[in-house]
């Protein structure tokens, strides 16, 4: 089983800021098959990002994903009121499919 | 647009089976993947299986044998049955579809979630 490793736990930044969120897996994650999940309070997740780096459909483009063999980069360019929120990579390269145990995105 | 909606019993006895259906709107179920995902309360998100219209399954081995995924394509709905369920299975409860209709890929549409509680 692949683990994924996020850090920081919480990230405190004001509006505005550039939030810069790490994720890192315990083995090599075939093919990039990683994801970003944005979740708010009392809501589903939604998917940001696929393929380590590609953005969903209707993703501002303020959000970007990166990696670099086994870690990952999730940046938020400039924090909107509404990011402020957890966050979960996962990888879907592998079974079982696994979810890092997510960062949150606190106002300062 | 595909939309997703969860339904079951909010409340189950411990040593139960937990039953919940996912009920697929503006969409096919065919030729899709749908999954299964589990929240504990303030806790991450964890992935118990993935069933193919066609039938065909995949689990978390850890969840294996307690967790039964099934499709009914005439209603356009599949299932998740989660047997001898006890307080660790607490959790909100969420189906999801597969993008890009395959098995390898993240989950891009999500239900709303409903919330399970074990209690005697």
């Known amino acids: 089983e692949i683990v994924l490793t996020q850090s920081p736990g919480t990230l405190s930044l004001s509006p505005g800021e550039r939030a810069t969120l790490s994720c890192r897996a315990s083995q090599s994650v075939s093919s990039s098959y990683l994801a970003w999940y944005q979740q708010r309070p009392g809501q589903a997740p939604r998917l940001l990002i696929y393929?380590?780096?590609s953005r969903a459909t209707g993703i501002p483009d303020r959000f970007s994903g990166s990696a670099s063999g086994t870690d990952f980069t999730l940046t938020i360019s400039r924090l909107e009121p509404e990011d402020f929120a957890v966050y979960y990579c996962q990888q879907y390269g592998s079974s079982p499919r696994t979810f890092g145990q997510g960062t949150k995105v606190e106002i300062k | 647009q595909v939309q997703l909606q969860e339904s079951g019993p909010g409340l189950v006895k411990p040593s139960e089976t937990l039953s919940l259906t996912c009920s697929v709107s503006?969409?096919?179920?065919?030729?899709?993947?749908w999954s299964w995902i589990r929240q504990p309360p303030g806790k991450g998100l964890e992935w118990f299986g993935y069933?193919?219209?066609?039938?065909?399954?995949s689990y978390d081995p850890s969840l294996k044998s307690r967790v039964t995924i099934s499709v009914d394509t005439s209603k356009n709905q599949f299932s998740l049955k989660l047997s001898s369920v006890t307080a660790a299975d607490t959790a909100v409860y969420y189906c999801a579809r597969h993008a890009a209709a395959a098995a390898m890929t993240a989950f891009d549409i999500w239900g709303q979630g409903t919330m399970v509680t074990v209690s005697s």
């Open positions: 069933i193919y219209s066609s039938g065909s399954t």
């Open positions: 503006g969409g096919s179920i065919s030729s899709s993947y």
């Open positions: 393929g380590a780096s």
